[in-house]
């Protein structure tokens, strides 16, 4: 250990902080302010996470013995859904809105499988290089209104509500106009009384 010019010891480097067995989400903040990020629901932001933290792509390109698995990430829904800590709907969904605002592409849809031995859906995440191919990066080219195709999970996106976007433009009590007298009625009265 060593010394800085104010007294402070300093921590030198240890070799067995250099084996770490953790693995880590690289999060980039240009990513937070795309549209595709904010339109996102907030499960389906965890459900990125838990995927980012299991690719390996930027790990492949630093270490020789690192693989990059981008392409082949698997994650099952009941699995997902134990790892965020929410219903298996939930969890479907969040994959659902993925595929959407573009984050995720399935590689390979899943199989039923005989005797039980089926074989989850395969995702690629859109912002990380995959073996022999760069990031195609589609959340910088998604708008509003113009999602694209879900190949999985499609079953659990939420159905749309009519009338929803003119709902949320209305106000619930609207105040009354100005230089409106405002009398109370009657069984108002009755209860002051």
Same mark, same amino acid.
């Given at each position: 250990?060593?010394?800085?010019?104010?007294?402070?010891?300093?921590?030198?480097?240890?070799?067995?902080?250099?084996?770490?067995?953790?693995?880590?989400?690289?999060?980039?903040?240009?990513?937070?302010?795309?549209?595709?990020?904010?339109?996102?629901?907030?499960?389906?932001?965890?459900?990125?996470?838990?995927?980012?933290?299991?690719?390996?792509?930027?790990?492949?390109?630093?270490?020789?013995?690192?693989?990059?698995?981008?392409?082949?990430?698997?994650?099952?829904?009941?699995?997902?859904?134990?790892?965020?800590?929410?219903?298996?709907?939930?969890?479907?969904?969040?994959?659902?809105?993925?595929?959407? %605002?573009?984050?995720?592409?399935?590689?390979?849809?899943?199989?039923?499988?005989?005797?039980?031995?089926?074989?989850?859906?395969?995702?690629?995440?859109?912002?990380?290089?995959?073996?022999?191919?760069?990031?195609?990066?589609?959340?910088?080219?998604?708008?509003?209104?113009?999602?694209?195709?879900?190949?999985?999970?499609?079953?659990?996106?939420?159905?749309?509500?009519?009338?929803?976007?003119?709902?949320?433009?209305?106000?619930?009590?609207?105040?009354?106009?100005?230089?409106?007298?405002?009398?109370?009625?009657?069984?108002?009265? %009755?209860?002051?009384?």
């Amino acid at each position: 250990m060593g010394s800085c010019a104010r007294g402070h010891e300093v921590m030198g480097r240890h070799r067995q902080n250099e084996n770490r067995t953790e693995q880590f989400a690289k999060w980039i903040y240009p990513h937070r302010l795309l549209p595709a990020w904010k339109s996102l629901t907030f499960p389906a932001r965890d459900a990125y996470f838990h995927l980012a933290v299991r690719c390996f792509a930027e790990t492949a390109e630093k270490r020789r013995n690192a693989t990059n698995n981008n392409g082949a990430l698997y994650r099952s829904l009941r699995s997902l859904a134990d790892d965020m800590g929410c219903s298996v709907k939930t969890a479907g969904a969040a994959l659902a809105d993925l595929q959407a %605002k573009g984050w995720i592409v399935c590689t390979n849809e899943w199989e039923r499988g005989l005797d039980g031995k089926g074989k989850t859906a395969t995702f690629r995440l859109t912002m990380m290089p995959m073996p022999g191919r760069t990031a195609t990066k589609e959340p910088e080219r998604w708008s509003l209104g113009h999602d694209y195709p879900v190949l999985v999970y499609a079953s659990y996106l939420p159905k749309p509500r009519s009338r929803r976007l003119e709902n949320l433009s209305r106000k619930q009590n609207p105040p009354p106009h100005s230089g409106t007298v405002v009398q109370p009625k009657r069984t108002q009265l %009755k209860a002051i009384k």
